[in-house]
């Protein structure tokens, strides 16, 4: 599998381009934990609630049922301590929700706070990269051998620019049906070029890679 090009200039963007788009990714999830901890710390007062509520219904209960245990009025003396003790775990549970309903957001905003920018600029490099690396591998299976350079000058015929093609030879189509070595090589080397790629320095060939 081919992930760089053999031409230094855009090996080097490629490499450049890679290691921004993992600070990228790096910048953004960092931002989605700390937005999803800073949305988290929301929750503490309704946590200190649940806690204190539960414990003074704990505490109700345990005077309520202490007071029941005393003779003739012990279950009137208990009752007030039981409703309070219940309206305690209302208490409680109105914290408990609080906090679940917090974490939900916190997850959420984390969530869409790293996703929706990782997404967008992953849209337009993987799908980038992919290309590249899916064109430049199929070529270079294709050019271990002064025959196979054929193809890629044929190919250059067809997709170069004119102005481009007069810089190779006065008549780059009849030098490529004779087969001047020289000329279907510098023909091969800009298509392939296009493709990050280079001509391999073969026995014979008398032009320099591009």
């Not at 450049?16 to 934990?33: I, R, S």
């Not at 200190?48 to 005393?70: K, V």
């Not at 969530?111 to 980038?128: E, K, R």
């Amino acid at each position: 599998m081919k992930l760089f090009a053999d031409t230094p200039l855009r090996r080097t963007l490629q490499v450049v381009a890679d290691l921004l788009f993992v600070a990228w990714l790096c910048l953004w999830v960092w931002a989605g934990v700390a937005v999803h901890d800073g949305t988290e710390q929301l929750a503490g007062p309704a946590r200190q609630t649940d806690s204190a509520a539960s414990s003074m219904a704990e505490q109700l209960r345990d005077a309520g049922g202490r007071l029941s245990s005393a003779p003739l009025v012990g279950d009137e003396l208990a009752v007030p301590f039981d409703k309070a003790a219940e309206a305690s775990d209302g208490l409680a549970s109105a914290g408990r929700d609080t906090v679940d309903a917090v974490e939900r957001l916190a997850l959420l905003l984390g969530l869409s706070v790293a996703t929706i920018p990782i997404l967008i600029v992953s849209a337009i490099h993987l799908p980038m990269r992919w290309r590249f690396i899916r064109e430049a591998t199929a070529g270079a299976r294709f050019i271990d051998a002064q025959e196979d350079l054929d193809l890629f000058a044929l190919r250059a015929l067809a997709h170069q620019p004119m102005r481009v093609l007069a810089t190779v030879s006065d008549d780059p189509a009849g030098a490529w049906r004779a087969r001047d070595p020289d000329v279907v090589r510098r023909l091969a080397a800009l298509e392939l070029a296009d493709v990050g790629l280079r001509p391999p320095k073969l026995p014979g060939s008398s032009g320099t890679a591009a």
